[in-house]
């Protein structure tokens, strides 16, 4: 009958296997801004109703071509001539501004007739001296078309709003590709698609390359543990379900690979494994003791089975904790990953009984008397210490949480659109490149309305705006700004016969509203409706800068905001920042705290959960204090390191207390079982420290080697994972194995029995 039911399982097992193998090898890759916006969010929804008025601010790819000689060049001005036209005819471009075609209108100074004229008459390099003195004294040029030092020129490509996944990947490889054929002395690319096709090719190599080094390296550890093809393919067969199960629920699910779900297989690797390992460890240990197989795997069923379940239920509360960050992604990461670390158990549980049964009792060598008794050895004499020092440790603890307490309050909230990837990254050296020599790659997006009806955006009261513009420049590094005011300015200048020092709103209001009239008129061209709505109640200001980080940015708006409530009339127009770049930052902002709430839902769950094996809430109090230090001193190297609260480190909190406290458990439900047979706290502790310690070491070294792999990644995010949570799962094995037992001695009591007395066990 047993061996029926083995069949079947497995029969089950394979068919759900290969079902979730065929959907996951269909999974595909995306990385897209827009994850990270805050959801349910006020802030949200007003920046999707302000671009279906106005449209996308990071819809283009920027071009940066750079002539050593400079700017001034005919071979050069004609390649980059050639290169507008061909970047013209490229799928899902909409419309190319270069410096080469760039034109200003100028009226005849009698007939008001308009003309277009060229900036740069590149065909005609004698004019070269006199078109480069107008450029540079034109500020909506320098900063965007021309660098400062008239080495580079910018070309800036508008493709079709809010493409994804394929369509980005081609557009980014059509103009990366041209690069050869022009031979320019430097060729630069940055832009949205830009990025988002760079991280999607980099996830697909990073996810294969992380999960083949987590594999080899556990079969590695697997042989030096056990030195037995039980202990290695098994372990290694589990882990290789539970990941196919997984990806293949995400693929079902509709959910793709992104920059935080690639880590998902090599963390369910290393987290399964540490199952598996507990189950072979048992039924190989009852083996060598010469039970028989029935009841070797009973055995192990039973007694590790219970522990197992809590420790499960600990790890899925901790990942799936991170699913009130209100950040898409980190919500995805936290359930996925929880839902994985059920399907290790589950696995493991049903598929790894069903084969040991049917396969042969392994032979297993004797292991020499030396080697037997050296844990023994170790461990004993680490409990001596322990023991001898309690007081100590807990003195020596208290330091380490005051100190690592202090760097907490050192902790600075911070994050860049590219800070994932290193700086010998050619895409980051792009982006990098256009910060220096142009405005930068950072979309500025700001949105103001008319408060009264019976105005409109382009009302002569626009002085006010045009203050805010020259503190924005001033202040807060924002270069030229695409916006009503720049659109009445250029009509002025034009009016002017194109006078440098006509760029400027008119004093004359006849000027002024023949201006607003005519521009008006042509409302429906694609200058005037970018920046203007058409009920003219509402306007855009557009513009660019350097990846400045969250922090920094913060800090500006904060600035900006008061000086519009001090130096503007607030009752003629409202102002409101808004845009890609602020909605990611405001989402880092929230960020902490989301996170901690969720922590502190996981610390409530894993009390209960505690408390509810041992019926003791000093034991539960005792467990979440045990594994909030090694919290502690996580958030106390990021202070002390400079390393900045992100999306990448804030979830760490939750990945390292689910999975540290698993050791926890592990050996309080030893204690339990033992205190259960009426010997003394003090023996209890030891026989538990004894019989568990061993493990409790081999899985948490597993734990760090495993998520060490992940330190290889290319990403920040993922390295930042990897290290971090393996340093703190160093940590929480320390305290595991020192203060949980001296807390346990100190505090625990049976009813009826007296304060323990260490001289009286011994």
Known sequence: MLKKISIAIILIMAAITGFMAYRAINIGFDYNFETFFPRRSKDTDFFMKHREKFGSDNDFVLIGVKNNKGIFDYEFLKKVHTLTDTLATLPDVLYVISPISMKEIVRDPLMGIPNERQYLRWEQDSLYKIDSIRIFQTPELIGTLFSADGKSLSIILRHTERILDDKCTRLSQNVSNLAPYFNFDEFHV?????????????????????????????????????????????????????????????????????????????????????????????????????????????????????????TTLTTVVGFASLATSGIKPIDDFGLYTALGVAFSFIVAYTLLPALLYLLPVPKIKTVKASNRFLWDNILTSFFSFIMRKKYWILGVTGIIVVGMIYGITRIEENTQLLEDLSNKSKMKKDFVWFGKEF????????????????????????????????????????????????????????????????????????????????????????????????????????????????????????????????????????????????????????????????????????????????????????????????????????????????????????????????????????????????????????????????????????????????????????????????????????????????????????????????????
């Open 439 to 762: 405005q930068g790659t950072r979309p500025f997006e700001m949105a103001i309305w008319v408060k009264d009806t019976n105005h409109t955006i382009l009302d002569r009261r626009l002085s006010a705006i045009r203050q805010d513009g020259e503190h924005l420049s001033k202040h807060y590094g924002v270069g030229f700004m695409l916006s009503p005011v720049a659109l009445i300015k250029a009509a002025n200048r034009s009016y002017a016969g194109g006078a440098i020092d006509a760029y400027e709103i008119p004093e004359s209001n006849s000027r002024y509203n023949k201006i607003t009239k005519e521009l008006k008129a042509i409302q429906s061209n694609p200058q005037i409706k970018a920046v203007v709505s058409d009920d003219f109640r509402s306007g855009r200001v557009q513009s660019m800068l350097d990846d400045i980080g969250s922090n920094l940015a913060h800090q500006q708006n904060k600035a900006f905001y008061a000086f519009v409530k001090d130096s503007i009339d607030t009752s003629l127009f409202e102002y409101k920042l808004t845009g890609t770049a602020e909605l990611i930052d405001q989402n880092n902002l929230n960020l902490a705290w989301n996170i901690a709430s969720g922590i502190l839902i996981a610390f409530v769950v894993i009390g209960l959960i505690i408390g509810f094996m041992f019926k003791s809430f000093k034991m539960a109090i005792i467990a979440i204090i045990t594994n909030t230090i090694p919290l502690i001193i996580l958030g106390g190297i990021l202070g002390y390191f400079g390393i900045s609260l992100k999306v990448s480190t804030a979830i760490l909190f939750a990945i390292a207390f689910g999975i540290a406290v698993d050791n926890t458990i592990h050996f309080l439900s030893r204690f339990k079982m033992e205190i259960s047979k009426g010997k003394s706290v003090l023996y209890t502790i030891k026989r538990t420290f004894l019989t568990t310690g061993k493990a409790m070491i081999i899985t948490s070294v597993t734990l760090c080697i495993g998520f060490g792999i992940l330190g290889i990644s290319s990403f920040l995010a993922t390295r930042n994972i990897g290290i971090l949570t393996s340093t703190t799962l160093f940590f929480a094995l320390a305290f595991n194995l020192s203060l949980l037992p001296v807390l346990v001695l100190l505090f625990y009591r049976e009813k009826g029995q007296n304060k323990p007395s260490i001289e009286k066990d011994k």
């Open 190 to 310: 940055a832009g949205r698609c830009i990025g988002q096709s760079f991280y999607t090719g980099l996830m697909k190599g990073e996810l294969v390359l992380l999960l083949i080094s987590a594999l080899i390296a556990m079969i590695i550890l697997m042989i030096i543990i056990y030195r037995h093809i039980y202990g290695v393919v098994l372990p290694i067969l589990v882990v290789g379900i539970v990941v196919g199960w997984a990806v293949g629920m995400m693929e079902l699910t509709g959910k793709n690979f992104d920059m935080l779900s690639n880590a998902i297989p090599t963390i369910l690797v290393v987290t399964g494994l540490s199952v598996a390992i507990h189950i072979i460890t048992r039924y190989m240990d009852n083996i060598k003791q010469g039970w028989v197989k029935y009841n070797a795997i009973k055995d192990t069923v039973v007694n590790i089975g219970m522990a197992n379940i809590f």
